[in-house]
C-alpha cells in the first residue's frame, strides 16, 4: 500500500505556468467579479475593504479557491468556507495577526432585509461583526462606484476596530 502527502503549488502558481503571473492572477480576479453580479457579491467585495486597512496590499480570493488548495476539494457551499476552515488553515501556518483574513457573509433570512456578516483574522479572532442592507446592494452595480465606502450596521467591533455608524 502507498501512502503520500503531496502538496499542490496555490491555483495562481498553477495557472501562472501556463499564462504567466498576471494573467493568472485576472483569472482568480474573474471569480470575484462573478460573485459580484450577485448581491451578496457586491458586499463581500465592499466588506473586504473593512477588514483590513488597505484592501490594495493584500491578494483577495474567493473561499472556494482555498478550500479547493487547502482541503483538495470544496463544496460549492459558503458555510465551509468561513471560520472552521481559517481555524484549520491557522494551524498549519500560524500567520501573524493582520496576514490573513476571512469576510463570510450568511444567506438572507426569509424574514429580514438584511444579511449577516463576519470578519475573522486567523490570529485574532473576530474582527467584526453586522448587518448589511440587502436593498442598498441591490441598488448598486457589480462594481463599487468611487471607492468601497459601503453602509452597515456592526454589532461586534474587535479590540483594534471601532464601531462605524451605519
Same mark, same amino acid.
Given at each position: ?10 491555483t ?10 498576471e494573467?493568472?492572477d485576472y483569472?482568480?480576479? #474573474?471569480?470575484l467579479?462573478f460573485r459580484?453580479? $450577485?448581491?451578496?457579491g457586491?458586499? =463581500?467585495?465592499?466588506?473586504a475593504?473593512?477588514? !483590513?486597512?488597505n ?6 480570493r474567493?473561499?472556494?479557491i482555498?478550500a479547493g488548495?487547502?482541503a483538495?476539494?470544496n ?8 471560520q ?17 483574513r476571512i ?7 426569509a424574514? #429580514? ?6 470578519? $475573522?483574522?486567523?490570529?485574532?479572532? =473576530? ?5 448589511v442592507? !440587502?436593498?442598498e446592494?441591490?441598488k448598486?452595480g457589480p462594481?463599487l ?10 454589532t ?10 451605519a
Amino acid at each position: 500500500m502507498w501512502a503520500w502527502k503531496m502538496i499542490i503549488p496555490i491555483t495562481v502558481e498553477q495557472l501562472a505556468k501556463l499564462y504567466g503571473w498576471e494573467t493568472a492572477d485576472y483569472f482568480l480576479e #474573474k471569480a470575484l467579479a462573478f460573485r459580484s453580479m $450577485h448581491s451578496h457579491g457586491r458586499a =463581500l467585495n465592499a466588506l473586504a475593504a473593512r477588514a !483590513v486597512e488597505n484592501v490594495d496590499d493584500y491578494y483577495l480570493r474567493d473561499g472556494e479557491i482555498v478550500a479547493g488548495v487547502v482541503a483538495g476539494w470544496n463544496f460549492g457551499d459558503g458555510h465551509f468556507h468561513n471560520q472552521q476552515l481559517l481555524e484549520a488553515v491557522q494551524e498549519q501556518c500560524g500567520f501573524q495577526p493582520g496576514e490573513l483574513r476571512i469576510v463570510a457573509i450568511e444567506g438572507q433570512p426569509a424574514n #429580514k432585509r438584511s444579511q449577516h456578516y463576519r470578519i $475573522h483574522d486567523a490570529a485574532a479572532g =473576530l474582527v467584526e461583526e453586522g448587518w448589511v442592507d !440587502v436593498a442598498e446592494m441591490v441598488k448598486r452595480g457589480p462594481w463599487l462606484e468611487e471607492s468601497f465606502d459601503f453602509p452597515v450596521h456592526v454589532t461586534h467591533a474587535g479590540d483594534d476596530r471601532q464601531p462605524v455608524a451605519a
